[in-house]
């Protein structure tokens, strides 16, 4: 087979993600069309057994109720907000599952990373637990990724597949 339609396929795999406010790239590749379809079901899964269907305009009013205790720092109001989401079915253990499983996808995706803006690159590993981590040996925490960082890595796990699926089938002249 050609070894450059082997380099165009493969290179649809990775994808780069500037984090810690663009201080820190990183490279991770794509989820497999395996690991992506257990990922979105195993994330749907939980996602449903932190909300009732009935319960979603319920959480729409939580949302509200939760912004104005975050503008009033109101102590008293964030207690009776964590009542509210418990009468509602809210489980904080199904959302810890939820951010492991989320973790457990970054830990798997990312491989190097570069602090020069791409120019070089050097493995990293990112790590479930704090007490793993360490700086010589280029192991990071997941723990200390910001939440939109979390986000933008988990998207690009997700939707990349596809999308590589769809260049590759344009490399092949089919759509």
């Known amino acids: 087979m050609n070894k450059e339609i082997l380099k165009r396929i493969a290179s649809q795999s990775r994808f780069v993600v500037q984090c810690f406010g663009g201080e820190v790239w990183l490279e991770g590749r794509i989820l497999s069309p395996t ?22 305009e319920h959480l729409s009013k939580l949302k509200n109720q939760a912004e104005k205790v975050s503008e009033e720092e109101d ?24 951010h492991h499983h989320q973790d457990k996808i970054i830990s798997q995706c990312i491989r190097r990373c570069s602090t020069d803006s791409g120019n070089t690159w050097e493995n990293i590993q990112i790590v479930v637990s704090e007490d793993q981590q360490n700086a010589s ?8 990724l910001s939440n939109a960082d979390r986000d933008m890595i988990i ?21």
């Open 75 to 98: 102590i008293s109001g964030l207690a009776s907000l964590i009542e509210d989401a418990r009468k509602m079915g809210f489980r904080p253990e199904a959302l810890g599952k939820f």
């Open 35 to 56: 690991e992506a379809e257990s990922a979105g079901l195993l994330q749907y899964l939980i996602a449903s057994q932190i909300t009732s269907q009935k319960s979603m």
């Open 137 to 144: 040996q280029n192991r990071l925490w997941v723990g200390l």
């Open 155 to 175: 998207n690009h796990a997700m939707k990349g597949h596809r999308e590589a699926e769809e260049r590759i089938a344009g490399f092949f002249g089919r759509k």
